[in-house]
């Protein structure tokens, strides 16, 4: 194993580099919620699908009345499991089946938590994608030597509070780089 095994990037952001050529992750921002010597596990955090979270529940028979929430999108998570549903969220809060990312964020993979969303007693913040995106051991740390992805520490707010379209090049300005050096197809504020 080389030296860079060691590398922890849980917790952080994965910023696809303009020359990524894999259309799951072109122009995508991921969040890496575990990242150890058996691989990594994150979720695209910027590709909403025509999905709504009140369109997922009913699809999982759970009813509710989800308010503005029903509208929010259900995210396109990664290649892996596109059938499962993943809840990132904060607080953490207490669920049958959360791993819990850095301090005060949750990924949940168990429906109480989504039951709880339809009821109106779940996490303020949320985000729900289908899918996730995994990593084998050493292939995260291998894309990254070929410069494949910029890594930054990730940043709730960017997360939870930013429209999907601002979540990327946010991400790139917690990096103090100018998205449109590093590529022309970024639009102008």
């Known amino acids: 194993m080389s030296e860079m095994a060691s590398v922890d990037l849980t917790g952080h952001f994965l910023i696809a580099m303009p020359s990524m050529a894999d259309p799951n992750?072109?122009?995508?921002?991921?969040?890496?919620?575990?990242h150890n010597d058996n691989g990594a596990l994150g979720l695209v955090i910027n590709r909403p699908t025509d999905m709504s979270l009140q369109m997922l529940l009913e699809r999982i028979n759970l009813s509710g009345d989800l308010d503005e929430l029903g509208a929010v999108p259900v995210y396109f998570g990664g290649p892996v499991q596109t059938d499962r549903g993943f809840v990132l969220h904060k607080p953490v809060g207490n669920w049958q089946s959360t791993l819990k990312v850095g301090g005060a964020i949750g990924l949940t993979t168990s429906k109480d938590i989504l039951e709880a969303v339809g009821n109106g007693a779940g996490p303020h913040d949320i985000l729900v994608t289908l899918g996730y995106s995994g990593w084998a051991?050493?292939?995260?740390?291998?894309?990254?030597?070929?410069?494949a992805w910029l890594t930054v520490a990730a940043d709730a707010e960017v997360i939870?509070?930013?429209?999907?379209?601002?979540?990327?090049?946010?991400?790139?300005?917690?990096?103090?780089?100018?998205?449109?050096?590093?590529s022309d197809e970024v639009g102008h504020a």
């Not at 992750?25 to 575990?34: G, I």
């Not at 051991?137 to 410069?147: F, K, R, S, V, Y």
């Open 25 to 34: 992750f072109a122009k995508t921002l991921t969040y890496v919620c575990e």
């Open 137 to 147: 051991p050493g292939q995260l740390e291998n894309e990254l030597a070929q410069n």
């Open 160 to 182: 939870f509070d930013l429209p999907p379209a601002e979540r990327l090049p946010a991400a790139v300005r917690l990096l103090g780089i100018d998205l449109t050096r590093l």
